[in-house]
């Protein structure tokens, strides 16, 4: 069996030798080869169509962007205390913590007991401290002689400051200025006879909602790093301050990006960096930059003074809403209410009268109180303007020379703006149909509310028992009768609402009520 398998191997093998022989033979005689497979793939070379790059952008911008480490005084005696790795001093772990009372025997044995004590007068009398990073954040030259932009959040508690350029290499800073209610901040470095790269303010009427945009920053304390995404929305308010109207992009913005700039594709800043959405802390795709011309105006007035002068005009203002704007024979919900202007403020020395509805300023329509509190607020102490106003149902105009807003007003509006504020209303006889009653006031001013129906209008719109009205379509009203003909007068003139003035222990508000009940 075995010798059958051989020799038919052989002769297998032999025919096909004289086969392969043939075909090399026909290939030496014709020049034609026999065998043209190959067992190699060429290399993947896919031909894709071309996308924009943000390379040269980046290229162009980066020299110009820092990153800023902010330093505080820590209590030397604390970090000592720290030395073993807990995280906390000793003197904060409880007194029976048997690593406390080891450490104080061992402090007490080697003699170190007195000298911290000493350490700690000394801290104390001279207020001086370790300095230590507290506080990482991003930046940008808008000069070249050292002057750079970043966030007032990001400098705020800060001793000491340091930049560290995209070479790596670090300079002291100072700070120069910062203003709380932009959340902007002002540094400088001494150039030391060197030029530093800047960059320039974007045009904020040529960005548009899907612009593409490129952020680049110090996230997580990584160094330079870009990131590019598109501007999602404009004007967004997150309720941070009167004067927000932020841009909002998808650009990935993480801790540690704050003050860096976003640029457009021409190299110019678009907006600063300053916030963002998240519940984990990252980013989801929703960042909040300051508009560039917004930061413009506050950073030069920083680099000149240290500070920002702002406009003022004294009033209390809250929303119209369509209810209120339909009480007071408004065709459109915009505009702020004047809730009260404030004691010798400009607006009331102008005549600004509480009632009164701000529609425009210099002929611009106003749409809403934090419109009216950015434009404001962009002038300059001194300044005349033009202020429309709507009263007892017709337009009229007064000139207001601007004030200056004071350091200590309420950061929330530099016209104390409350668009948030609860609105509420109130009257009797037509009373009892709005489900409230009324009686005399303590101070005889106005109407005091002694009941509110919790099922009815002035309920759904806040009003509580305790409070008071003062008045009724802007005509003040000492009783419930003065109340019943106000409402009367407005149903003759064809309104189904009626604007009360509420006063509580937490201020004075409008609230429209519909008078078309019953």
Do not use: C
């Amino acid at each position: 069996m075995f010798r059958n398998i051989k020799n038919t191997l052989s002769r297998s093998t032999a025919m096909k030798a004289s086969v392969v022989a043939g075909l090399a033979v026909a290939a030496l005689t014709t020049g034609v080869p026999a065998v043209v497979s190959n067992s190699y793939a060429d290399v993947v070379n896919v031909q894709a169509p071309q996308v924009p790059s943000f390379a040269n952008v980046v290229d162009a911008v980066s020299p110009a962007v820092v990153s800023v480490r902010v330093e505080s005084r820590i209590n030397t005696v604390a970090d000592e205390d720290d030395s073993f790795g807990l995280g906390r001093g000793f003197d904060d772990l409880p007194d029976d913590h048997p690593l406390k009372k080891f450490f104080k025997q061992f402090e007490q044995q080697q003699g170190r007991g007195q000298q911290k004590g000493q350490n700690q007068q000394k801290n104390s009398e001279d207020g001086k401290g370790r300095l230590r990073p507290v506080a990482q954040g991003s930046g940008f030259f808008v000069s070249e002689d050292g002057y750079i932009v970043t966030n007032n959040h990001v400098v705020s508690d800060g001793a000491a400051f340091v930049v560290v350029l995209n070479d790596g290499t670090e300079l002291d800073a100072k700070l120069v200025g910062k203003d709380s209610r932009t959340d902007l901040a002002v540094l400088k470095v001494d150039p030391k006879g060197k030029k530093f790269t800047y960059v320039g303010w974007a045009d904020d009427a040529k960005v548009r909602v899907g612009d593409w945009v490129v952020a680049v920053g110090n996230p997580f304390g990584l160094g330079g790093t870009v990131t590019a995404g598109i501007v999602s929305a404009r004007g967004r308010d997150i309720h941070s301050g009167p004067y927000d109207d932020y841009i909002q992009i998808d650009a990935p913005v993480n801790k540690g990006n704050s003050g860096g700039p976003t640029f457009n594709l021409n190299g110019q800043v678009v907006g600063i960096n300053t916030a963002i959405f998240s519940q984990s802390g990252g980013s989801v795709g929703i960042a909040f930059a300051i508009p560039a011309t917004t930061a413009k105006d506050v950073v030069t007035d920083l680099i000149k003074t240290g500070t920002v002068s702002r406009g003022w005009l004294g009033v209390q203002i809250q929303p119209v809403s369509k209810d209120i704007a339909e009480s007071l024979g408004l065709s459109d919900a915009s505009g702020a209410l004047v809730v009260s202007p404030q004691d010798g403020s400009p607006g009331q020395k102008a005549g600004i009268k509480n009632g009164d509805v701000v529609t425009a300023v210099n002929g611009e329509p106003v749409k809403d109180p934090r419109d009216l509190a950015r434009r404001i607020g962009a002038m300059q102490p001194g300044a005349k303007v033009e202020v429309s106003l709507w009263r007892s149902g017709k337009s009229q105009s007064v000139t207001v020379e601007l004030g200056s807003l004071p350091a200590d007003q309420n950061q929330a509006s530099n016209d104390d703006s409350q668009p948030n504020q609860p609105q509420q209303p109130s009257s009797e006889k037509a009373l009892a149909d709005l489900g409230m009653t009324v009686g005399p006031s303590d101070d005889g001013k106005g109407v005091a509310i002694t009941a509110v129906d919790p099922d009815s209008d002035a309920a759904d719109k806040g009003i509580k028992e305790g409070e008071k009205i003062t008045s009724v379509n802007n005509q003040q009203i000492s009783n419930a009768g003065d109340i019943s003909k106000v409402i009367e007068q407005a149903k003759k003139d064809g309104r189904t609402r009626a604007l009360f003035q509420i006063q509580s222990n937490d201020g004075s508000r409008f609230v429209a009520l519909p008078i078309n009940a019953g």
